[in-house]
């Protein structure tokens, strides 16, 4: 049972533009949700986050937003640039309730920024 | 080191070997994680350390999967009798967790991947 989704394999995207990622959730238990960056043969590093008690974080260029209601977030890259191809993951814990701090991946997105 | 170090960095063993892999978390870090990576998935859950607490092993696949964190600091992931399967890049992360109310990140190592033929 996939908690954490994200249903696009892949997004391809002219330099300058916006890219949009999109990640969607079924467990009502996640509070806190992160979108990590993979480049090849690397580990995952952080790159924004956001609790669930907003709808939106900024950092430069990388927004997050937030529905709950619609359990879905995405991640919005402006402008978007060649150095941001890599493969990028969206990831949810529960950090109340008694669960542990586990954090669940989506399957990932490999995004393709062309020249 | 100022990162998520871990070893070895590539492993090819034959089937039915068992196999340790090592990481050593960020100095302070309380919680630690590992995770897997095969061909062309995510990020799959294994198991989660959070300083003295019983591990949460939920993710562990098989009874062939088993890990340890010593003192608090470095874990060992064993892997008894390896299978073919188990090829994947085997990612441990710390994180210096503060309670629930924490906006802690969690910090990668570069992964041990694991070829089995």
């Known amino acids: 049972d996939q908690q954490v989704k994200q249903n696009s394999p892949s997004l391809s995207v002219q330099e300058g533009r916006i890219s949009i990622l999109n990640c969607d959730y079924t467990n009502s238990m996640f509070d806190y949700f992160l979108w990590y960056k993979k480049y090849p043969a690397e580990g995952p590093t952080f790159l924004i986050s956001i609790s669930s008690i907003k709808d939106k974080n900024e950092d430069g260029r990388f927004t997050v937003f937030l529905n709950k209601s619609a359990k879905h977030l995405s991640l919005h890259i402006v402008p978007s640039q060649p150095g941001d191809s890599a493969v990028y993951f969206c990831?949810?814990?529960?950090?109340?309730?008694?669960?542990?701090?586990?954090?669940?991946f989506g399957t990932g997105t490999l995004l393709a920024v062309q020249p | 080191g100022a990162g998520v170090s871990q070893s070895p960095s590539n492993k090819v063993t034959e089937k039915g070997k068992d196999v340790e892999l090592r990481c050593d978390p960020i100095?302070?870090?309380?919680?630690l994680y590992w995770y897997r990576q095969s061909l062309g998935q995510g990020l799959e859950f294994l198991i989660y350390?959070?300083?003295?607490?019983?591990?949460?092993k939920s993710g562990l696949p098989s009874d062939r999967f088993s890990a340890e964190r010593t003192g608090g600091s470095v874990s060992t992931l064993t892997i008894q009798r390896t299978q073919q399967e188990d090829s994947a890049v085997y990612l441990c992360?710390?994180?210096?967790?503060?309670?629930?109310?924490?906006?802690?990140?969690?910090?990668f190592g570069e992964g041990s991947w694991l070829t089995v033929v």
């Open positions: 992360a710390s994180t210096k967790y503060t309670g629930g109310n924490s906006g802690n990140t969690i910090y």
């Open positions: 100095s302070g870090h309380t919680a």
């Open positions: 350390f959070q300083g003295n607490s019983a591990p949460d």
């Open positions: 990831a949810a814990l529960s950090r109340y309730g008694g669960a542990t701090n586990k954090l669940i």
